[in-house]
């Protein structure tokens, strides 16, 4: 599958590659070692060792290099061959492993897969809303079986929520919703306004609104390639100016795994300020969430991804409805900047 490389996409939460320990993870159908070194900074490289292909994730941390639990050989951070324990000791010149750029930053490890030289950490889309340093963020991961694309469009075209998540997340007036899309450069917002509703009791408690209250309620999603989603939730009583809600950024994030798989991250943030009263509301918060996340959207996706196949896409011929206006302008951007880079680097 076409990847778009020169971007940043999530490798893992912060707290999931810890010190001393070896965490390993395929992304865009790359096996890829991260580890911590002895000041705490994550490093990253392809998890297979060049002398007989033993994955590095078998081995183990010695200080700031993996050791191979095959034959000894150890790489550091930057991929190369820092110990040969055979023979005198000298290191063979293609003793190299592929690394990978890696920035920790808004609660998680962000990774470049493309050319090097085009990193650039102000390239991270702004997710400050999980800034480990303001917010305690409640955490949650899935791995999903369906396309990163497929959970793209899930969350840009939220309208499903009033047939896929009736006691939950939606409602019988979703599908009045006022919807909107525009477009940023690469980054595309879908707007969605539901007036005079009447939500669902989980949503009440979450947003502080007295149950059965007729409410005005907004959800905006802001999109960023690959698939990096900020979902910007919150309601008022009917009538009332939305600055007078409380409004919550749900981050959403997709990594593909493969062309079939991918690993979805998932947040609810509260601030500090809140203590430990609004660590507990997250919590229960991204659990509420996890469950229509975990057994109505996935089971769905997964179907999705069963029925379609191997087939692409867009040669299917997909009826469109007026709440896939985000979705498809997504799509239409990513189909771009994976055509124009791949045409770049034909043409070099």
């Known amino acids: 599958m076409a990847y778009l490389r020169n971007v940043w996409y999530v490798a893992a ?38 002398h007989r292909f033993a994955p590095l994730s078998m081995g183990k941390l010695c200080g700031n290099t993996v050791q191979c639990a095959y034959h000894g050989l150890q790489f550091d951070g930057s991929g190369a061959c820092t110990k040969n324990p055979h023979g005198d000791g000298a290191i063979p010149r293609a003793a190299k492993v592929k690394a990978y750029r890696v920035v920790e ?33 409640a955490k949650r991961y899935l791995l999903a079986r369906a396309n990163y694309v497929l959970e793209s469009d899930n969350i ?26 525009e477009q940023q450069g690469n980054t595309v917002w879908s707007y969605r306004l539901i007036v005079a509703e009447i939500m669902p009791d989980f949503l009440y408690a979450a ?9 005005d309620r907004w959800i905006d999603v802001r999109w960023d390639a690959p698939a990096n989603m900020l979902l910007l939730a919150g309601a008022v009583a009917t009538g009332e100016a939305r600055s007078e809600g409380r409004e919550t ?12 798989t991918t690993h979805y991250w998932f947040a609810f943030p509260m601030p500090h300020e809140l203590g430990e009263q609004g660590a507990q509301i997250a919590e229960q918060q991204v659990s509420g969430l996890y469950e229509p996340f975990s057994k109505e959207d996935l089971p769905m996706l997964e179907a999705q991804q069963k029925a379609i196949g191997g087939a692409d896409f867009w040669s299917l011929k997909p009826v469109l409805l007026p709440g896939d206006a985000g979705a498809v302008r997504a799509r239409r951007v990513l189909d771009k900047l994976i055509a124009d880079e791949q045409g770049a680097q034909n043409s070099a």
């Open 13 to 50: 939460w912060d707290n999931e590659v810890k010190p001393g320990e070896l965490f390993t993870r395929m992304l865009l159908d790359e096996q890829v070692l991260l580890f911590r070194d002895e000041a705490g900074k994550v490093q990253s490289v392809f998890d297979r060792c060049p």
């Open 105 to 137: 930053k808004y609660s998680l490890i962000w990774i470049w897969m493309g050319d090097d030289e085009q990193a650039d950490e102000s390239l991270i889309p702004d997710f400050s809303c999980m800034d480990p340093q303001h917010m305690y963020v």
């Open 156 to 181: 840009l075209d939220l309208s499903h929520i009033q047939y896929l998540h009736p006691g939950t997340l939606g409602s019988d007036d979703v599908s009045q919703s006022i919807t909107k899309v």
């Open 207 to 215: 947003m502080g609104i007295p149950a059965g209250t007729t409410v």
């Open 249 to 260: 950024p749900l981050p959403h994030l997709f990594t593909p795994e493969t062309e079939t």
